[in-house]
C-alpha cells in the first residue's frame, strides 16, 4: 500500500538535520522517513497537550462559576471536593494511558 505523501520544504537548525541523519543510519532508511515519523509523534504529542489546555480552560471556567454562584446566594455550594479531584485523576490517567499506548 502506497501513502499519499505531499512534498514540503523547510527550514531545519543543522542539528537537527545531524540527528536525524544519524537516526536514518542507524535505522537504515531515508531521512524523509525519520522526519515524517518524528512529525507523528511530536503531533501526538500537542494534541494531547491540547486535550490538558481545553480541560484546564473547563476547569477555570467550572471555578469562575462555583465563585459566581457562591457570590449570588451567599451560602456555599454543596459539593465533594474530593470526589471532584479524584475524578480530574482518573481523567489525567486515562488520557496519559491513550498517549502511551500510541
Do not use: H, W, Y
Amino acid at each position: 500500500m502506497t501513502e499519499n505523501l505531499k512534498r514540503v520544504q523547510m527550514l531545519i537548525r543543522e542539528e537537527q538535520g545531524a540527528a536525524l541523519a544519524e537516526i536514518a543510519r542507524a535505522e537504515g532508511c531515508s531521512v524523509a522517513e525519520v522526519t515524517r515519523r518524528a512529525l507523528d509523534l511530536g503531533l501526538k504529542e500537542l494534541k494531547v497537550e491540547d486535550e490538558f489546555t481545553r480541560r484546564a480552560r473547563a476547569m477555570k471556567k467550572a471555578e469562575e462559576l462555583r465563585a459566581a454562584m457562591r457570590q449570588r446566594r451567599g451560602k456555599p455550594l454543596n459539593i465533594d471536593i474530593v470526589e471532584d479531584l479524584r475524578q480530574m485523576r482518573e481523567e489525567r490517567i486515562e488520557l496519559l494511558t491513550r498517549f502511551l499506548d500510541r
